[in-house]
Nanobody
């Protein structure tokens, strides 16, 4: 499985940004796709995730400011971020977690896309 992210860039505080991720390869049922981020000197943290059944979870630091959606037919997720803050600056990584043959846990990451919030 490979993941391709797009949509990062420079945005002013208070602005909005949309990130997209598409998964290529063998995608099995009962999986979860999501976005994580890592700022310099900090641990990677969950931004938002969504299962193929539509259940979502949103990280505490971005609650009320992000929306995650999914197109199962295209194996694509989209993250809409609003009211961006300086502290949202980070590399954002797409992830998919699925249970593969012989109960192997398939946990795959994209290369990351940089989001910089700055005036």
């Amino acid at each position: 499985v490979q993941l391709a992210e797009s949509g990062g860039g420079l945005v002013q505080p208070g602005g909005s940004l949309t990130l997209s991720c598409i998964a290529f390869g063998t995608i099995v049922n009962d999986n979860a796709m999501g976005w994580y981020r890592q700022a310099p000197g900090k641990e990677r943290e969950l931004v938002a995730a969504i299962t193929d059944k539509g259940s979502t979870t949103i990280g505490d630091s971005v609650k009320g400011r992000v929306t995650i959606s999914r197109d199962n037919a295209k194996n694509t997720i989209t993250l809409q971020m609003n009211s961006l803050k300086l502290e949202d600056t980070a590399v954002y990584y797409c992830n998919i977690l699925q249970i593969e043959a012989d109960w192997k846990a398939g946990n795959y990451w994209g290369k990351g896309t940089l989001v910089t919030v700055s005036s």
